[in-house]
């Protein structure tokens, strides 16, 4: 059984910032992606911020230069940094995980229960 804990939503002001947390647990052999995609009222689904094993990293246009994607590889964990928060980043943000549980069986993908985001004043 493979689980993702998110944590770090809440409520903040425009301007201000936020640090999302999301820990894999379980029968994981690799984790190839780890990433955080958001979801806004009557609106699809949508990538924000996404980290691969080998360091790469890739954004949505809307959040570079204010979103920070971040793994700790030994935790399995990745963490989203997010500064000069807009109203517009209202939304569920959801963390994705893409697994190996062999080297023969996967990739698997699993998302989290989504944390919800505000910012408002």
């Known amino acids: 059984q493979v689980q993702l804990v998110e944590s770090g939503g809440g409520l903040v002001q425009p301007g201000g910032s936020l640090r999302l947390s999301c820990a894999a647990s379980g029968s994981i052999f690799r984790i190839n992606v780890l990433g955080w995609y958001r979801q806004a009222p009557g609106k699809e689904r949508e990538l924000v911020a996404s980290?691969?094993?080998?360091?790469?990293?890739n954004y949505a246009d809307s959040v570079k230069g204010r979103f920070t994607i971040s793994r700790d590889n030994a935790k399995n964990t990745v963490y989203l940094q997010m500064n000069s928060l807009k109203p517009e980043d209202t939304a569920v943000y959801y963390c994705?995980?893409?697994?190996?549980?062999?080297?023969?069986?996967?990739?698997?993908?699993?998302w989290g229960q989504g944390t919800q985001v505000t910012v408002s004043s």
């Open positions: 980290s691969t094993s080998i360091g790469s990293t």
């Open positions: 994705k995980c893409t697994y190996q549980r062999d080297s023969f069986r996967g990739p698997y993908d699993l």
